[in-house]
């Protein structure tokens, strides 16, 4: 998971907020304009083995990971139209104003390697530029996914301008400056979704399910465009998940899934499952975590100089992996869509009758999905933390010392032997996959 700014303090803020059903959805108008694609666009990383070449410019945030050794390409590519501009209640503001943005693109470079499922997802902005939060690259190509991040928002394409006048001078999402507060951003991103379906952006790939995912402040604004703008228009996308932060409230026909961090959770009062939304809790996971940490830093200390330091007031970056969750939510949403079985529930995070979080003897939180790490753990890993800027947002992660883990688990095979129980208990109740089960037990063995 991977996340960061004080607008995304909104999404937190809403993240708990309970669903209500709405009145009927009105009958839908709009379909979304068609967008022109341009691309893939030249440049690769300096260094890169495959570049035929080494332009000037390449990806902002290309990611690092070896995607040709996973049968992966990266590609980049110019989507403009026109796009209608809509406020946060759902009023038209604009219609058809121009707009240049960029897609970035990573899929199978052959249909056999396709499992028929493309995630688009929108651009976290919080951290003042374009993050790929719900990038993964282990699980995603593990599992065949078709990845497409938008840059929808006004922060992070103003930030690419800057970074790269040569690749990304062109780019506007604001109508040449009349729309500074995103009000085209909905419309953008359902476009981009829309060129996808054409087959527009991913080569020779036949999409046959086509998701929404945004995380945290990106989850606010998804669940603005289902809340408000989604019964006014034709619908693109097929199922939606909405990633550590808000969910929608209205009733509709595409499925829902929400899946929280421990950070995410700060009240009792929670939404109810039904047949068309589910949400999950993942007790010790973080708004921000550890490996979302690790992926980016060298990311950022090429794209951006430097990579942030922080101070916290407990030792930050929770270990708990919430991408081993997302990765089982992306395949039951899939599911949802193509089969109409709606994915397993979940038991939600315990509290006190004073509000506060239940937590046991150890100082981990009760209740919710318990990955290994949590129900047979070797430090406490939990979803708060305080602190300067996004201190917040991590997390904690405090190891045992010693004699604790000697009196927890008096020989390294019971602990391996718990570890393996845990996980196995975790994919039969469908919140985590086998691969990352035998992950978990490799590491256990490791330890």
Known sequence: MRILTASLILGLAVAAAPASAMASTPPRRDHPAAATVRGPIPGAVPGDRLADRIEDTYPFFSTP???????????????????DGWSTTGERVATAVPYTTRVVVRRPASPLRFNGTALVEWQNVTAGYDLDALWNAETLMRAGYAWIGVSAQRVGVDQLRGWSPTRYGSLDVTGGGAYTTDQLSYDIFAQAGAAVRAGGLVGRLRVRTLLAIGASQSAARMTVYYDSVLP????????YGFIVGSAPTRVGPEPVFQVLSETDVRTPVRPADTDRFRRWEVAGGA???YAGQVYRRPIQ????GGAPEYTCDRPPFSRVPMHHVTAAAYQHLERWVRRGTPPPTAEPLRFNADGTKARDALGLALGGIRLSQVSVPRAVNDGDNSGESFCRLFGSHQPFDQATLDRLYPSKLRYVAKVVAADVHNI???HLLPADALANAREAAAT
């Open 65 to 83: 990971a070896d995607l040709r050794a996973n049968g992966y390409v990266e590609e980049e590519f110019y989507l403009s139209g026109t796009a």
């Open 232 to 239: 006014q228009v034709t619908p693109v996308f097929e199922g």
């Open 287 to 289: 708004h921000s975590g």
């Open 301 to 304: 200390e090429r794209d951006l």
């Open 428 to 430: 039969l109740s469908g």
